[in-house]
């Protein structure tokens, strides 16, 4: 698995990284670093914000779009079976008592037992399974596992999650280019403009920054995946969510779905570091849940 920062994460990062290259090349970077005192920040700091959110936004607008080419979703737009009626008929039923609109309901081919939301607002969204879900679970797991998912559009993660990657987005862009004008000035002695030390130095520190970004980005999605248990165990009965929880336990930790999608998938999934873990530990969760009033 590539990580679980998610499919909005990495176009996040992409779509960042045009933008800031562009800056660059545009000479505007060069242009607020040739002015002084309060209008540099001030320039910087409006750009930062700018460029942050746009980043943030525009791949929420994408998101959608993005999960069903990436993992090739087939949307039920009229149910050939009983499954497939079944699967729209749950969701309809837990979007109404969540007091969304009714998702797109989708499978993808996948053999692990996997599923993700997505979407730009509460009305606007996507709920898929996996073919290995929909093999391995039975109904009631399968059910549970579609209130954590509408529950995760219910609570309006994906909006939030480009609110605080606006947040962060912006953070990353003002402190890398202070940095490198600083290092401009302080070893290069260039008093107007840009040299080599702000190239340098703001490319690093952008790295280095947008890494802690992605810790805090990780650290919110944690949070996130206990309130949407939460939801789960409210739409479908807190009994079945944790044994949907303890089917995925025993199953090994899936490890097929495309990592770009895990940020709302409901997989623990395998990451290089727990701080970059979008994910509770299943154990972490199952205990959550159980200590539920």
């Known amino acids: 698995m590539f990580g679980r920062i998610g499919l909005f994460l990495l176009a996040n990062f992409g779509i960042l990284a045009v933008l800031s290259v562009s800056m660059r090349v545009l000479g505007v970077d060069d242009f607020l670093a040739q002015q002084g005192g309060s209008f540099q920040l001030n320039g910087l700091l409006i750009m930062a914000a700018i460029m942050g959110f746009a980043g943030s936004f525009i791949s929420l607008a994408m998101s959608k779009f993005m999960a069903k080419r990436s993992m090739g979703v087939h949307v039920i737009e009229s149910p050939q079976n009983e499954t497939e009626r079944w699967l729209v ?8 008592a969540a007091g969304i ?3 797109e309901v989708g499978i993808f081919q996948a053999d692990v037992m996997n599923a993700f939301a997505t979407g730009m607002n509460r009305n606007n969204s996507l709920v898929a399974v996996s073919t290995g879900l929909l093999q391995h679970m039975n109904r009631d797991e399968v059910e549970a596992v579609l209130g954590h998912e509408v529950s995760h559009v219910a609570n309006g993660d994906m909006v939030t999650m480009g609110l605080l990657q606006g947040v962060l987005n912006t953070f990353v862009i003002f402190f890398s280019r202070i940095i490198g004008i600083l ?4 070893i290069f002695k260039i008093e107007r403009g840009v040299g080599p030390g702000y190239w340098i130095g703001s490319i690093v520190a952008e790295v280095v920054l947008g890494v802690l970004a992605a810790i805090i980005a990780a650290w919110f999605s944690r949070r996130r995946e206990f ?5 789960g165990a409210q739409l479908a009965g807190r009994a079945k ?3 949907a929880l303890e089917r995925l336990s025993s199953a090994h930790e899936p490890q097929g779905m ?3 999608m895990a940020a709302f998938g409901i997989s623990a999934g395998v990451n290089l570091t727990e701080l ?3 994910h509770p530990p299943l154990e972490k969760r199952i205990r959550a849940l159980r200590a539920m009033g």
């Open 258 to 260: 495309k990592g770009e």
């Open 101 to 103: 609109g009714m998702p």
């Open 183 to 186: 290092i401009d000035r302080a």
């Open 89 to 96: 008929e749950t969701v309809r039923r837990q979007a109404s």
């Open 227 to 231: 309130r949407a248990d939460e939801g």
């Open 241 to 243: 969510m944790i044994r």
């Open 276 to 278: 970059l873990s979008t």
